[in-house]
């Protein structure tokens, strides 16, 4: 199957082809903000819920310990004894981990807390499919979302391996009801009532331009082992003309998507991805995509490894025109196992700032070469091999 755009093709209209394919419009006149590690994405969050005056929604894949979880764990409180409606969603894997005495603290001061699907022997089936997004909506005004989870790993600049490297987006403008929407899909399905947040909307007042930049908001659901996330990106890497740009913290294609970075990159696209390098979480996830690294170098793919500590941002630039962020992560089960916000971005300088993120990021990285993946000994390889067999978990 060839998958490229010739150069005698008309010029891209990256908009008409993403709306099309993705079925949602893009929405003008946003303001978007950079926000990158704990340093730049904590204090924005905590001021946007301190100076809530009618509602504050935080869904969170993790909320884990540390000062940071303590401090969000107050104002969350806080808000919510003066009288503001807080309601927060954890997901029931991803936060399992969290302090009960946080969790007593918030419903003791009138937090409204919900725990996405609660592991049921009967209900098996739920297990595997959890909400792996972040968002938080503060006045339905300003939003937030991106890779970060609540907990000391993320506090700190990435200056070692304790503070892991982070990108976050601070939104302003109609785009924030997209954010909303994703909020309410997993408060609705957990069975709670959405009676006061529909009237609050429609008496609300239309959200006025903030800024430059058109979003495209994508809340993705896993189904049938397929998600729109899936089709996205698909859909970026077949547009690319000139330069592919992806950070991800789990880097695990389906053979699909492998096969069309090899295509684009034999077509002449530059085509770089940044993963993590020694400091990783799950090491399982990494040694199981280790076949692929070869063919996708001899293809001319670069590959950097990050040096300094865990990297958890996940990023795809497309020819400066494009950018996909959120919480989707280039792997198989932000592909089709987890409810995902991904949101497309056209505005040169959000593009432009994320470019100079990725070439800084490169710095402290190290590339790949194919020859290393080639001349694995016979024990790593076999291991390889059978992780390779739980690629679709990862």
């Known amino acids: 199957m060839n998958h490229s755009l010739t150069d005698s093709d008309a010029e891209i209209d990256y908009q008409q082809a993403l709306e099309t394919t993705l079925g949602i ?43 940071i979880a303590d401090e969000f764990a107050e104002a969350l409180a806080e808000r919510a004894r003066a009288g503001v409606q807080v309601r927060v969603i954890l997901d029931a894997v991803g936060a399992m981990n969290m302090s009960g005495t946080l969790v ?14 609660p592991p049921v022997r009967w209900k098996f089936w739920q297990a595997d499919n959890r909400t792996h997004r972040k968002v938080l909506v503060c006045d339905g005004r300003i939003a937030f ?3 970060v989870g609540i907990s000391e790993e993320w506090q700190g600049d990435a200056r070692n391996p304790d503070e892991w490297r982070e990108t976050h987006f601070q939104i302003e403008g109609p785009a924030v009801h997209g954010l909303q929407a994703a909020f309410i899909d997993n408060w609705v399905e957990a069975d709670r009532s959405v009676r006061g947040e529909v009237t609050r909307i429609i008496r609300a007042e239309a959200l006025e331009p903030a800024g430059n930049s058109q979003v495209q908001v994508l809340k993705a659901a896993a189904a049938v082992n397929w998600s729109p996330i899936a089709t996205m990106f698909h859909v970026l890497l077949t547009l690319a003309r000139h330069k592919v740009r992806i950070t991800t913290a789990y880097f695990v294609p389906n053979p699909g998507l492998a096969q069309l970075l090899q295509e684009t990159a034999q077509r002449g696209v530059d085509v770089q991805i940044l993963i993590p390098g020694p400091y990783h979480d799950q090491r399982m996830a990494q040694l199981a995509q280790e076949d692929e690294y070869a063919p996708l170098l001899e293809a001319g793919v670069r590959i950097w490894s990050y040096q300094t500590s865990m990297i958890h941002a996940k990023v795809v630039a497309i020819d400066d025109t494009v950018a996909c962020v959120g919480s989707a992560n280039f792997n198989q089960r932000s592909m089709s196992k987890d409810d995902e916000l991904a949101l497309l971005i056209m505005d040169e300088a959000v593009l432009s700032e994320l470019d100079r ?34 690629r679709q978990q990862m």
Not at 364 to 389: H, I, N, P, T, W
């Open 25 to 67: 419009p893009f929405t003008r006149g946003n303001r978007v903000r950079v926000l990158r590690n704990g340093v730049e994405i904590f204090p924005p969050m905590l001021e946007a819920i301190r100076q809530a005056r009618f509602s504050v929604e935080f869904l969170t894949f993790i909320y884990w310990k540390g000062d």
């Open 104 to 117: 007593d603290s918030m419903q003791t001061a009138g937090v409204d807390i919900v725990w996405f699907r």
């Open 145 to 147: 979302t991106g890779g």
């Open 357 to 390: 993120h990725f070439e800084e990021d490169c710095t402290r990285a190290a590339e790949m070469q194919a020859g290393d993946y080639r001349q694995r000994g016979l024990f790593r390889r076999s291991k390889v091999k059978v992780l390779s067999l739980f």
